[in-house]
């Protein structure tokens, strides 16, 4: 983990899931265009922009690491909640 991962982990402290997503929208400038694609689709792209710009490296490693991904077709797909619930998750665990 690297020591700016380390400092986010820290300043998000014990913030509600509902405040991580928000923080991680405001960071990231994702924003969706429709309430109920909220919970959508993202490709690789949006879901590393959504998660806060992290490197494919870092991202890939969270895949392997059993953050949820779908494959539809050919394309590898993720959903925001399921990116928020693994930065949870594993948060939890550094501690």
């Known amino acids: 983990m690297t ?3 380390k ?5 998000v402290g014990s913030a509600t899931p509902e405040q991580l ?8 400038g994702f924003e969706t265009q429709n309430p109920k694609d909220a919970d959508g689709f993202l490709n690789l792209a949006a879901a590393r922009r959504y998660a806060g710009n992290v490197s494919r490296t870092t991202f890939y490693r969270w895949v392997q690491s059993g953050m949820r991904c779908y494959r539809i077709r050919r394309r590898i797909m993720f959903r925001a909640s399921d990116i928020t ?11």
């Open 85 to 95: 619930d693994f930065i949870l998750k594993t948060q939890g665990a550094d501690k």
């Open 3 to 5: 020591e700016k991962e």
């Open 7 to 11: 400092q986010v982990i820290d300043a």
């Open 21 to 28: 997503d928000a923080a991680l929208r405001a960071i990231s």
